[in-house]
T-cell receptor, first 116, second 112 residues
């Protein structure tokens, strides 16, 4: 069981470029959640997805950010035209049931985005 | 709106002392509470999960309690070791919805 896999581990982008962060959930998990950890701040929910559906994106910035979880392949968090304020650690979590109510959530190691 | 507070923000103890980490929350309508450990530059490792109907969970040297009526959870780490040095986060799952709400964490340093 490889756990939740995120890549890349570190990503450096220049202002204005696009960042693509990938997350493969644990085997058997079909629910994916993205969280962001800004420097010196706590983790904040961004978006919750199931295969081919966005269930809750209430934590996503309205502009430049998008997420998908296609039928085949990993979940992708895309940030267009990155700015310095996007520099953060982005974590993905997965769960086998809606809301992680019974077994909780399993987190990946995160992608650390640095915008220069 | 659920607010989760962890006090203290940082804690330094000599090796062998017991650790007591506090987590308080404002909305008692929770489904479960999960304690995580985060090492610098790394991801989150789940330590203990307490369901809303439970009072405590134990795993090895770790014990977590939950008191919904007072809006508190406490993580006890017995006989601390330098390897316990990390940031400890509590996170709540609301009864409705699928978002975890995290506290700000307690940064622990266990000195040899």
């Amino acid at each position: 069981n490889a756990g939740v896999m995120q890549n890349p581990r570190h990503l450096v982008r220049r202002r204005g470029q696009e960042a693509r962060l990938r997350c493969s959930p644990m085997k058997g998990h079909s629910h994916v959640y993205w969280y962001r950890q800004l420097p010196e701040e706590g983790l904040k929910f961004m978006v919750y997805l199931q295969k081919e559906n966005i269930i809750d994106e209430s934590g996503m910035p309205k502009e430049r950010f998008s997420a998908e979880f296609p039928k085949e392949g990993p979940s992708i968090l895309r940030i267009q035209q990155v700015v310095r304020g996007d520099s953060a650690a982005y974590f993905c979590a997965s769960s086998p049931t809606t809301g992680g109510a019974i077994e909780g959530y399993t987190f990946g190691s995160g992608t650390r985005l640095t915008v220069v | 709106k659920q607010e989760v507070t962890q006090i203290p923000a940082a804690l330094s103890v000599p090796e062998g002392e017991n650790l007591v980490l506090n987590c308080s929350f404002t909305d008692s309508a929770i489904y479960n509470l999960q304690w995580f450990r985060q090492d610098p530059g790394k991801g989150l490792t789940s330590l203990l999960l307490i369901q809303s109907s439970q009072r405590e969970q134990t795993s090895g040297r770790l014990n977590a309690s939950l008191d919904k009526s007072s809006g508190r959870s406490t993580l006890y780490i017995a006989a601390s070791q330098p390897g316990d040095s990390a940031t400890y986060l509590c996170a709540l799952l609301k009864a409705a919805g699928n978002k975890l709400t995290f506290g700000g964490g307690t940064r622990v340093l266990v000195k040899p």
